[in-house]
């Protein structure tokens, strides 16, 4: 999550984002004390001047005097949105990432939203209470501010103790079960908290104007804030290293300010404390907001950068397998000649000076020949190799054609030996057919020359359909491969026996690897010493 | 049976020649053998051959990799002769692999009448014979 969170660009970010906070946090409080006055008092509605006024005025005066109440609405209104689209954020990121603490955080900050609305709506009248206004908005107020201290406290405790503990994550499903159960629990909270409030005829008295502390059950959110934000969310960050935890550490600042100008500063409801307090509020959502939609940024700007990336890396890795093959092609053809000329000389020497050589010179040119042979096949095969799927064609051909052609070019093996082909139906398939033929040939010759010494070969040909792509499986009755070897004969001029009992240079399995490539599949082999082998290799199916 | 007048090998490699020249003067099947080691030289040859209007070679073993001037640029200088060439002359290019991409050049080009392996056998020489030139050789 957000790895490169630290570059250079996000050191700009993260320090104007701090310094803004902070700015924002400290603004009310210096304009206040410059004279800016924040407050709208409840002037109270005096009967005698609406009798005296016409009831275009009447409306005015109404409105003025429940300035106060719309200002703390809207205020108060904008922080549940803010919320809300904080929450639904963090649900969409926990949906993409997976991350259970952001769906955690997200819950959280919903249910604090709610009791905000609650308090909100309670303060318009919307909601109805038993006791007085006077009480409730500062009582609910309170009780929203400790619950959203809490409930913040307990998400992030949770995350701490889970993390020292070393508790495994776990699957999507009980990560699920846990954010569930969570959100249950905190709405039960929520519930009956706004039952308690809706209904108490008389609730705690919350606010004390001439004492220095004002408000003292601002107090606890206040502590509970600072020690969060000076110690818990500090540490939750160094876990979860992104914006959205930068943001809510931070978030503390505006978080604790505005307790501060509640606890200290406001001793009745709607006076200059009392609205930066909320105006502050609001800025403590926004916070993570801001967070959470520039975690949003950053990432969509790495993913472009990554897919240009990888975009390069692809281009380069084409380019270097090509610039491979071209070296394994030129070197081999290079090498071609002087083996040739070998090959040559040795065959006259033999043809020339029969009988005149004494045995072991002879022999001595024997071995020459030999080896020179098997150096030109080995080149030839290398050269093979390199020219797979030089000149590849896609094209959608049936699989019984293929093997019926290839029944044709071999037929004089399969007769000498006796081989019987058992093919089940194959598929018509999408591929490159020369390559694929070269794939099959190589392996039913394979398994006509490995075959079991008086033991005619039977070789079983079979496809299987599987979601996306084709299994095909050749199987014979051969001598079989011992089970520690079947992956080292895909390489190339890897032999497991010697030149003596079988011929080859060790490169056909080499090719059908190669070729199986092409068709980005798979190939592997079942099997036991003498008891046969099964080939099998993958070819995807097309869209 | 009919011999030939002469052949002009065209090859930077002195085994390739040695064995070339081994083989035709084996089969008896030509009076001279020339040999030039690149196609400059082997042009100038022909050149000289063509002003002094002596007889060209009736059979031409071309090499494509060779110094100085490859066979691709021999072939290139001898299309200024190229009537000539094509009425008296056979020429065979001789390669190490078979190279698709060579083939399909050699193609390409009139004079060039087939594209062979290396090294040249004493088989691939009595079809050569038979076939261009109708000569059985016994």
New interface residues.
Partial sequence: MGATFFSGVNKLFTRSFIIGTCLLTILPCMLFLMGIDFSHHLHGINTEEIRESTSTDLNRYILINFAGAFIHLLLEWSAVIIAGATAVLAFVQYKVTGNPITAIIGVALLCAGSMDAFHALAAINLIDSVADNKDFIPFTWAISRMFNAVILLIGVVTFLLKKRYNRKEGNQKSKNIQILSFTIFLVAIAYLLVIYCAQSAVLPQTMFPDSLITRPYDLFPLVVFVVMGIWLLPRFYKYERNVFSFALMWSMVPAVVTQAHMAFGSSDIYDAHFNISHALKAVSYLVPFVGIVMDYIFRYREEIVRIEELKLAHIKLEQKTKEQEQFTYIAS?DL??PV??VI??SE?LEKQYVGQLDDKAAKYLFFINEASVRMSELIKGL?DYSCIGAEKKMETFDCNDVIGGLRKDLHLVIEESNTVLNISSLPTIQGYKVEVRLLLQNLITNAIKFKKKDVSPVIDISCDSKLGYWQFEIKDNGIGIAEVHTERIFSIFQRLHSRDDYAGTGIGLAHCQKIVDLHNGEIWVDSKINEGAAFCFTIKKEE | MRKLKSILLVDD?N??NF?HE?VINQMNICEEVFVKKNGLDAFSFIEELDENGKPLPDLILLDINMPVMNGWEFLERCKTIEKRISETTIILMLT??L?PEDKRRSQGVEMVKDYIN??LSSDTLEDVLSRFFGVEVG
């Fill in positions: 053809h071609q000649e040739r000329t040559s000389f006259l050269l | 490699d085994a390739t064995l081994l190490t692999s190279n290396k090294p």
